[in-house]
DNA sequence: GTTGCATCCTGTAGTAACTACAGGAGCAAG
DNA sequence: CTTGCTCCTGTAGTTACTACAGGATGCAAC
């Protein structure tokens, strides 16, 4: 019966839907091992096989890490997504705390790349006796 | 003959210098047990006992770190500077590599910063069939 | 039908830079 | 002499992976 739609829903081994998706082999069986990704089901000598929906997760992993989310908070907007739709409300909560962390660590390394570009543009290069770089390191 | 040099080099225990260089306990022992600190004299009970230099150093440790560098770099830094002062131009190499690999961290988060804050406008916070937030991570 | 190679499996250990115990000993004050 | 603080060593946990080791499977060519 479901035979014409098993035959739409493709199956990829592990090797294929990291190609596909970009997420390494080892990241993969990471990710369900940590249960941020669930079981695929698997053939009879024990290989994973994955269809649409897994890749569509991965994807989703890969793009949320690439936006600096941990695999906490992916797991968090995942399950939320899931069961019955809980609420908007939590996923703008999740993504305004990361919105606020990505701000706060922007304005460290402006301030962090203000000392040290001036550190280095003071530099001579030469065998100085006090060196500007070792000096804003050092104990004043 | 050295007792009044010694007298003056005062000598702290593990506590008192981690007070007043903000460096936590357990993290001087770590320093010490991965070599970016060399180990301390010690009382005749195995205490650890700090002088001047070592508190140097270890103000030294902790700036570099609070400006992102790695404690390879600082131990670079440090050997550069310790045995027969090598050269300015290494240090600013370092110095270099590292202010460039915080302007391209500042780049990146900033992106980031920028499609989630739009992200984030765009969320109602109702349970709207479509959040925006799960949009930009799902794959499309 | 077997040889050979790619791919897969599990399980463990390594990475950076710490932090957090467990379990024991030293030391100073009351 | 007991209480409580600091200290000691050594090991394991953290995050998000990556890198094996050692073995099984799948598939194609000869």
Redesign the pocket.
Known sequence: MAVITNARAQSL????V?RETGV????I??YERVKVLPPPSR??????VYGREDKRVLTFIRRG?ELGF???EIRALLYLDAPGKVSCAEVKEIASAHLASVRSKIIDLVNLEGVLANAVARCTGDAAPACPVLDILDCR
């Open positions: 081994s592990i090797g294929e990291s390494n082999i080892e990241t069986r990471y053939t009879q000598s024990g290989r994973r890490r941990t695999l906490d």
